[in-house]
């Protein structure tokens, strides 16, 4: 920890975000901290010309950043080689189409720096509508990174997490995880792919080192959506995505469970709650054809496929966590 230099690392970790990048980079640019900070942009294998466009940026700007190539799909793969480039004590991971405020790191270094605890910080984004506002938005927008979630400033109970968009990490934390042996069970988002969860992964396994997960709403950032994020059938994917790793998360749960069969038992509660979800929601929505009976039953019937495909791989992920976090 004490060779971790004072400041902050932003890392964006991106995928065909050609046309998005350079707003980003601008917001942080026109930022008015006085510390040091560095950019590392994480190429994951785009196809467009994302690299070339960051780099010219970068340059122009004088922004001390980099680009780097991250040839592993998946969003959590691009982190971690994020984590790994990082020369900072505090890491920020910002989205591409993430704008933040001019005082946005000012005030997540000064909150990590007086609170040693703090093992990650979250914040909340304002959406920003590249097209038309849907009428549904605002009683579906909590995934889509918006908001505060309902959270109040300080640290948070423990099992609570943030969303990936302009979240802190403290470092030390992070590279205690790799030295413990910690292997992320979630790729999160790969190309096209709109499967997620490990943000909320990451959240979970470092308070299980003991550090603590606050939240300041005055740590502001615009979330730019394009027009096709606004389309009910992107939603609807989007919802999926977020199910499809069910019941997985469930693995960090070790302080609830004293061993491996307590934690099969409940898998098996589980598995009973989804299935009574998946014959209620689909009787409401026939019954009922409005946009929330939809979501329900999509997202039950997910889960409901999602536990047979991920059963295996929770409880191994469990087992793991027991003999890794509880020493």
Same mark, same amino acid.
């Given at each position: 920890?004490?060779?971790?230099?004072?400041?902050?690392?932003?890392?964006?970790?991106?995928?065909?975000?050609?046309?998005?990048?350079?707003?980003?980079?601008?917001?942080?640019?026109?930022?008015?901290?006085?510390?040091?900070?560095?950019?590392?942009?994480?190429?994951?294998?785009?196809?467009?010309?994302?690299?070339?466009?960051?780099?010219?940026?970068?340059?122009?700007?004088?922004?001390?950043?980099?680009?780097?190539?991250?040839?592993?799909?998946?969003?959590?793969?691009?982190?971690?080689?994020?984590?790994?480039?990082?020369?900072?004590? !505090?890491?920020?991971?910002?989205?591409?189409?993430?704008?933040?405020?001019?005082?946005?790191?000012?005030?997540?270094?000064?909150?990590?720096?007086?609170?040693?605890?703090?093992?990650?910080?979250?914040?909340?984004?304002?959406?920003?509508?590249?097209?038309?506002?849907?009428?549904?938005?605002?009683?579906?927008?909590?995934?889509?990174?918006?908001?505060?979630?309902?959270?109040?400033?300080?640290?948070?109970?423990?099992?609570?997490?943030?969303?990936?968009?302009?979240?802190? !990490?403290?470092?030390?934390?992070?590279?205690?995880?790799?030295?413990?042996? !910690?292997?992320s069970i979630l790729t999160d988002r790969s190309?096209?792919?709109?499967?997620?969860?490990?943000?909320?992964?990451?959240?979970?396994?470092?308070?299980?080192?003991?550090?603590?997960?606050?939240?300041?709403?005055?740590?502001?950032?615009?979330?730019?959506?394009?027009?096709?994020?606004?389309?009910?059938?992107?939603?609807?994917?989007?919802?999926?995505?977020?199910?499809?790793?069910?019941?997985?998360?469930?693995?960090?749960?070790?302080?609830?469970?004293?061993?491996?069969?307590?934690?099969?038992?409940?898998?098996?509660?589980?598995?009973?709650?989804?299935?009574?979800?998946?014959?209620?929601?689909?009787?409401?929505?026939?019954?009922?054809?409005?946009?929330?009976?939809e979501v329900n039953f999509?997202?039950?019937?997910?889960?409901?496929?999602?536990?047979?495909?991920?059963?295996?791989?929770?409880?191994?992920?469990?087992?793991?966590?027991?003999?890794?976090?509880?020493?």
């Open positions: 920890m004490n060779s971790l230099k004072s400041g902050i690392s932003i890392v964006i970790c991106t995928y065909n975000g050609e046309s998005r990048i350079d707003l980003c980079l601008d917001h942080i640019r026109d930022s008015e901290f006085s510390g040091d900070f560095e950019v590392i942009v994480v190429d994951n294998a785009s196809k467009d010309q994302t690299a070339l466009k960051a780099n010219s940026i970068i340059k122009k700007s004088g922004l001390d950043g980099r680009v780097v190539s991250e040839n592993n799909p998946g969003l959590s793969s691009a982190r971690w080689r994020g984590v790994m480039e990082a020369k900072f004590e !505090f890491i920020l991971f910002c989205d591409d189409d993430n704008w933040i405020s001019t005082d946005f790191l000012k005030i997540g270094y000064d909150i990590l720096k007086s609170h040693q605890s703090i093992g990650s910080l979250g914040s909340q984004g304002v959406p920003f509508f590249q097209g038309i506002k849907p009428d549904w938005f605002d009683d579906f927008s909590h995934s889509y990174a918006v908001g505060s979630l309902g959270k109040s400033n300080g640290p948070q109970p423990k099992g609570s997490y943030h969303y990936g968009a302009c979240c802190f !990490f403290r470092k030390s934390a992070l590279e205690e995880l790799v030295n413990i042996g !910690f292997q190309g096209t792919s709109l499967s997620s969860g490990g943000d909320v992964e990451l959240c979970l396994a470092v308070q299980l080192l003991g550090f603590e997960l606050w939240f300041d709403d005055r740590l502001v950032f615009h979330h730019c959506i394009e027009p096709h994020r606004l389309k009910w059938s992107y939603y609807l994917k989007l919802k999926q995505g977020i199910a499809s790793s069910f019941p997985l998360l469930d693995s960090y749960r070790i302080e609830e469970f004293s061993n491996f069969g307590e934690f099969g038992n409940f898998l098996k509660r589980e598995f009973l709650l989804t299935s009574k979800g998946v014959l209620k929601s689909g009787l409401f929505s026939l019954f009922k054809k409005d946009k929330l009976h999509l997202t039950s019937s997910t889960k409901f496929k999602a536990y047979f495909k991920n059963r295996k791989a929770t409880l191994k992920s469990f087992e793991i966590n027991k003999r890794i976090f509880d020493t």
